[in-house]
């Protein structure tokens, strides 16, 4: 399982790419994202299978929110996902949550102000002087 983000470059969009490996599909026909990005609509959000038997889908999402999700397999078993950035407890089942964060990290947010370059100017050097070359006897 995995969350891969990337951010818009004016900040305000994360898209994540949910992922649920083979082995944490256990053979599922069908795997749903659910979460409140869709209203926890168990439908909503289909997975694509790959050849390898893992499932994925691209959600695109406001930044600086968290979202809470998990994943519906064949209609009847929810999982959570092993990476997710936390867990949270459940408000309506005696069960966690996961948590996708969208905050926008420092490294990634970008600059607004204009980036000058640095010129950098090399000394004036006078090419090394040829050696002569070796006769041949």
């Not at 599909?25 to 994202?33: D, E, N, T």
């Not at 010129?119 to 040829?130: C, G, Q, R």
Request: proline content about 5%; charged content about 30%; hydrophobic content about 35%.
């Amino acid at each position: 399982m995995s969350l891969k983000k990337t951010y818009s470059s004016d900040g305000k969009k994360c898209t994540v790419v949910f992922t649920v490996n083979a082995e944490a599909a256990a053979g599922a026909s069908k795997v749903y994202l659910v979460g409140e990005f869709n209203s926890w609509d168990p439908t909503a959000t289909p997975m694509k299978k790959d050849p390898a038997g893992s499932f994925s889908v691209k959600k695109q999402l406001e930044t600086n929110k968290e979202y809470q999700f998990r994943y519906c397999l064949d209609g009847n078993i929810w999982i959570n996902d092993w990476k997710a950035d936390k867990y949270v407890r459940s408000e309506l089942a005696n069960d966690d949550n996961s948590v996708v964060d969208t905050t926008v990290p420092k490294a990634a947010k970008v600059s607004k102000k204009p980036t000058s370059k640095a010129v950098t100017k090399t000394a004036d050097k006078k090419p090394a002087a040829k050696k002569p070359a070796a006769k041949k006897s």
